[in-house]
Antibody, heavy 118, light 105 residues
Framework: EVQLVESGGGLKQSGGSLRLSCAASGFTFSRFEMNWVRQAPGKGLEWISYISTSGSTIYYADSVKGRFTISRDNAKNSLYLQMNSLRVEDTAVYFC???????????WGQGTLVTVSS | YELTQPPSVSVSPGQTASITCSGDKLGGKHACWYQQKPGQSPVLVIYQENKRPSGIPERFSGSNSGNTATLTISGTQAMDEADYYCQAWDSTTVIFGGGTKLSVL
């Protein structure tokens, strides 16, 4: 069974940093591209970042470019999102998703809540 | 690049619901659809225009041509009440539509 479990969310002050993790199981992690997607309270889905199987290709949404860094450790079956210079508008549930170049995710984690206070 | 969806669609149980997603030359891209119920993670219901993942009922179907992708739910059931999001890739960016709240009344 494919499972994606996010962790690392919490309450941070504006300007702070946070590192999210996504533990993958039930599939060969190294063979799949991955995405981070977030959802602000009561709002729609917003794509954040993409990483290829090897990590050699990475894309970011303009809203987080230069502040967030996506990475992966295929040996540990894990995906990461380093979030720096946090803003109040980064408050959201963050989902990791297994995807490819035709879709953001065929499997999604349960999400982890990040709250940024001023 | 933007994908535009109607904010809400209403349907009676047993009837057919259609949710549209509009974007410039969207028919030239792969479009997919997600269902999200309150407090839950999104679930992929249609990918590559008209393919259903394992476990998704046959009443869900999709099409994509010109500037519009359409999600069709035939014989809509109460359990289909949810938010639906279309999604496509534009170059190096994943784009989501704003979402459509489907009400089954």
């Amino acid at each position: 069974e494919v499972q994606l479990v996010e962790s690392g969310g919490g309450l941070k002050q504006s300007g702070g940093s946070l590192r999210l993790s996504c533990a993958a199981s039930g599939f060969t992690f190294s063979r799949f591209e991955m995405n981070w997607v977030r959802q602000a309270p009561g709002k729609g889905l917003e794509w954040i970042s993409y990483i290829s199987t090897s990590g050699s290709t990475i894309y970011y949404a303009d809203s987080v470019k230069g502040r967030f860094t996506i990475s992966r450790d295929n040996a540990k079956n894990s995906l990461y999102l380093q979030m720096n210079s946090l803003r109040v508008e980064d408050t959201a549930v963050y989902f990791c998703a297994r995807g490819d170049t035709s879709m953001a995710g065929d499997y999604w984690g349960q999400g982890t809540l990040v709250t940024v206070s001023s | 690049y933007e994908l535009t969806q109607p904010p809400s669609v209403s349907v009676s149980p047993g009837q057919t619901a259609s949710i549209t997603c509009s974007g410039d030359k969207l028919g030239g891209k792969h479009a997919c659809w997600y269902q999200q119920k309150p407090g839950q993670s999104p679930v992929l219901v249609i990918y590559q225009e008209n393919k259903r993942p394992s476990g998704i009922p046959e009443r869900f179907s999709g099409s994509n041509s010109g500037n519009t992708a359409t999600l069709t739910i035939s014989g809509t059931q109460a359990m289909d009440e949810a938010d639906y999001y279309c999604q496509a890739w534009d170059s190096t960016t994943v784009i989501f539509g704003g979402g459509t709240k489907l009400s089954v009344l």
